[in-house]
């Protein structure tokens, strides 16, 4: 697990750009590469090293010269960072994905208008839901941590270190933030669009668990593949909707953090199976199927007691 210095936090929000481990720095590099963006970051980091304290199984990131960064940083800088994070979000935006499907047909849509009706929801208050569910996908969102990071606020699951495992993402807290809003009254109909998106989102294998492997194979990502695999089934082929649009049960929900890490530990169970599936390209694979169509009922059951749980 790393810790970015709350120092650099305050003087910009784009300090992990900087003050990260190689392994994600070299990425980074990757996707402004031959840019004068490229060129920015090397001065940036030659001026400013980057510095790593170890406790156990937490890396703290610091910079050298970190009070002369903080008199010297600019408005200018702050420009210079925003546009790399964007192109960093431009570059893998194809092959990490942070929702179950494409928006055409759109999952997160239909499973929170689903929701919705099951919980007597209609007119401009279901479409509220429905047309918020998708949001956080969205370039234009701006509650979640920024640039890569974002990917930390769609996954919530096990990450093995030594003989130690630790729980990664923050898709429970993130579920929990609009849940709350909307039971106080804010906009209840939008945050409950929110909150059903980092709930679903935990309802896919893949953003359950096997988070080691994705980051390692980020360039054939199998979490993309199988979220295209959805999309292109979701109403057609395997015609997984049909499974989520007729479930008759919900799960009740009385503590929304804590219910999602129950659903990913549910999802997660399956991340082998997708995962493995994926990595062979084996699209008719049974065990494919019903993986599934158990994590998108199990998944549409959460999401009938997440809208319910937030309309009282």
């Known amino acids: 697990m790393i810790y970015i210095d709350d120092d650099l ?12 481990l190689p392994e994600i720095k070299k990425l ?13 970051l090397l001065n940036l980091e030659q001026r400013y090293p980057a510095k790593y304290v170890k406790t156990g199984h937490v890396t703290f990131i610091t910079v050298e010269n970190k009070e002369k960064l903080a008199s010297e940083f600019t ?37 929170a208008r689903w929701a919705g009706e099951r919980n007597g929801v209609s007119g401009a208050n279901l479409n509220a839901i429905a047309n918020n569910a998708d949001a956080p996908d969205l370039s234009t969102w701006n509650y ?29 807290t993130k579920t ?16 409950i669009g929110y909150a059903t998106h980092y709930m679903c ?7 359950a668990n096997k ?3 994705q980051v390692l194979t980020v360039l054939s990502d199998q979490h993309t593949k199988y979220e295209t695999y959805m999309s292109g089934n979701w109403t057609n082929g395997q015609n997984y909707s049909r499974f989520a649009q007729n479930v008759g049960w919900q799960k009740t929900i009385t503590n929304p953090t804590n219910d999602v890490t129950i659903l990913s530990a549910y999802s997660g169970s399956y991340a082998d199976t997708v995962y493995n599936c994926m990595k062979n390209n084996q699209f008719n694979n049974s065990s494919l199927f019903y993986a599934t169509i158990f994590c998108v009922d199990e998944g549409q059951g959460y999401l009938i007691g997440l809208v319910q749980y937030g309309l009282n």
Do not use: C
């Open 9 to 20: 936090k305050i003087i910009t929000q784009y300090a992990w750009i900087f003050a990260n």
């Open 28 to 40: 980074t590099y990757e996707a402004i590469r031959g840019t004068e963006l490229e060129e920015y």
């Open 75 to 111: 408005e200018n800088d702050q420009v210079i960072l925003q546009k790399i994070s964007d192109a960093i979000d431009q570059n893998y935006d194809n092959s990490i994905e942070s929702k179950w499907g494409s928006s055409n047909p759109n999952v997160h849509a239909d499973m």
């Open 144 to 172: 979640g941590t920024p640039g890569v990071g974002r990917y930390y606020d769609h996954y919530y699951g096990p990450v093995k270190v030594g003989p130690v495992t630790l729980m990664l993402g923050a898709a429970h």
């Open 176 to 191: 929990n933030q609009f849940i709350q809003e909307a039971r106080k009254g804010n906009n209840t109909y939008v945050n």
């Open 201 to 207: 989102d935990i309802s896919n294998p893949l953003h």
């Open 211 to 213: 988070a080691t492997d």
